[in-house]
């Protein structure tokens, strides 16, 4: 149920209500129905940055692969080669629990869809295959607990993901337009606000209390066991308590803790990715780890130097596809491109914020002829005209004047690159060659789906270093179990999602990387949290 006060005590308190705060109280109430489980949520929606999201998971050997044990061993196998760091228990861990997860959400009420042909993200690594990433079908809830969810902008159309594949980002006049409509006005949802939706009523159904507009300011842990969390208004005594309450990419003073890097332009909830989850645990004097973000490429939809006009993801626009779509290539200040554009958006978006090459201070995205007049340019599709901020230019020179990119070294890279996209084939940075990057391209295209000419006229915008959210936290054992920094294990206190260290370091092996841990170690917090509540009975 909803309350709207603090209670004295409870059996458990997760923190933040994000796909792994909420699955974790899901989990922990389903397998100990007689424990006062407590959502606890700091702003007045629910959701936190999972409603931002695709709600994707990536969840190796689920239940719709052709062979899921086969998936699991091969899985395994690609894990240890993009990170060869990763601690074995989180590697067994995440392997043998992912399938449970799935089916635990779908026996839950949970609809998710295989995306058969989305590969992983390093496709050319041995273990990678396609398949791996669910998504949440189409929520229709109760409207009591979709109006409980996060808002987000009007200008994502409730598809699925899995109809968005289908259909085409780009080809408007594929999308089945009645069928949006009637979403849109029945209030059906979609993505990460129908996963959302999904696990709230799944909560509620299994008698979780749920407080919103309520954020922790201390965890209470003595002599090696947490004992409850301080609030703003009083305190709840607690045996157990989960961090579910994402990370910090809002704010300032702990992005500092990343080291030197270009501060990205974070697409994270605004109101909830402020640090919660890190401040308590460096104030109780846990163990963190993993400095790193979820990175992304990120566009401005208005001018620079212009202050923000409104919310992020009004203004900011994650370059998922973008930057694979043929007609388009990027350069760095001295009119030279510097990687594979269709790469994961994580490794090209660390590239922009760690790289310490000066000429990736400014980076621009060009986009010729046969671009704008096909795909999208940020929220401004084919049919519109170039906004003022794109630079149209009708000659490289003008491009050049209004960018203040190197005539010379921009004309030279433009040429190159014309003679490559001629003979299909980029022999610089292989872009197109991976499956990954000609799914995110073009692939409904009669041609190479990620490599075209650039003719004028032309249009160009910045690129910036951006990320998703972070994933510098508290460090876990194989249960989600934090630790004092002497390694001396919390009992009772757990942390999952991006409130804690993520066990793939600074990788992303597929869409869903970051939802895909956070389900599973919110699944085995909690799980592990209700054994832990049996003992003391």
């Not at 949440?136 to 969810?149: D, E, F, M, N």
Request: with cysteine; proline share 6%; net charge neutral.
């Amino acid at each position: 149920m909803i309350i709207n006060h603090l209670p004295e005590k409870c059996d458990a308190i997760i923190i933040g209500s994000g796909a792994a705060g909420l699955i974790a109280a899901l989990s922990l109430q389903s397998s100990c129905p007689d424990a006062e489980v407590l959502v606890i949520e700091k702003t007045d929606r629910l959701g936190g940055t999972t409603t931002y999201s695709g709600g994707i998971c990536w969840l190796p050997g689920h239940r719709h692969m052709a062979d899921p044990s086969a998936d699991s061993k091969q899985a395994r196998q690609y894990l240890r080669n993009i990170f060869p760091e990763i601690r074995e228990d989180h590697l067994e861990a995440f392997i043998a629990t992912a399938p449970t997860v799935v089916d635990f959400m779908q026996d839950h009420g949970m609809d998710m869809e295989a995306i058969e042909d989305y590969p992983d993200y390093y496709s050319d690594i041995e273990g990678s295959s396609k398949g791996r990433s669910l998504s949440p079908a189409v929520y229709k809830g109760p409207k009591k607990i979709r109006s409980l969810i996060r808002e987000v902008p009007a200008m994502f159309p409730p598809f699925t993901v899995k109809e968005l594949m289908g259909w085409g980002l780009h080809r408007f006049s594929h999308w089945d337009k009645p069928l949006l409509a009637r979403r849109k006005l029945a209030g059906h949802e979609t993505k990460g606000r129908a996963m959302i939706g999904y696990l709230t009523e799944a909560c509620l159904n299994e008698g979780v209390q749920i407080l919103l507009s309520k954020g922790a300011s201390r965890l209470l842990v003595e002599q090696g066991k947490v004992r409850g969390v301080e609030f703003g208004g009083g305190t709840v005594s607690s045996r157990v308590v989960i961090l579910g309450c994402g990370g910090f990419s809002h704010n300032p003073k702990l992005m500092k803790k990343l080291g030197d890097i270009r501060q990205p332009l974070s697409l994270a909830n605004e109101e909830g990715d402020t640090g919660g989850g890190l401040a308590l645990a460096l104030e109780a004097g846990l163990k963190v780890g993993n400095p790193h973000c979820w990175w992304m490429p990120v566009m401005k939809l208005y001018p620079e130097g212009q202050s923000k006009p409104g919310p992020v993801l009004w203004v900011w626009h994650p370059m998922i596809q973008d930057r694979s779509w043929p007609g388009g290539i990027m350069v760095n200040a001295a009119g030279k491109r510097f990687t594979n554009e269709s790469a994961c958006y994580m490794a090209v978006g660390e590239i922009l914020a760690r790289d310490k090459n000066p000429d990736l201070d400014k980076v621009w995205i060009i986009w010729g002829k046969y671009y704008v007049k096909h795909y999208i340019r940020g929220n401004t599709s084919f049919l519109q005209p170039a906004k003022p901020w794109m630079n149209k230019s009708s000659s490289l020179a003008e491009l050049a004047d209004k960018t203040g990119l190197p005539l010379a070294k921009l004309e030279h890279t433009i040429d190159r690159w014309n003679r490559m996209a001629e003979q299909g084939r980029d022999e610089d940075f292989s872009r197109g060659e991976l499956p990954y990057d000609r799914f995110m391209g073009d692939q409904f295209r009669h041609g190479h789906p990620n490599i075209e000419k650039l003719e004028p006229p032309f249009q160009a915008v910045r690129v910036h270093p951006g990320c998703l959210g972070t994933n510098m936290g508290p460090v876990i054992d194989e249960n989600g179990c934090t630790q004092l920094k002497d390694g001396t294990l919390v009992e009772g206190l757990y942390a999952a999602g991006n409130a804690s260290a993520s066990i793939f370091g600074n990788k992303y092996p597929g869409a869903g990387g970051t939802l895909g841990p956070a389900a599973v170690f919110g699944y085995r917090s909690g799980s592990h949290a209700a054994e832990l509540l049996k003992s003391s009975q």
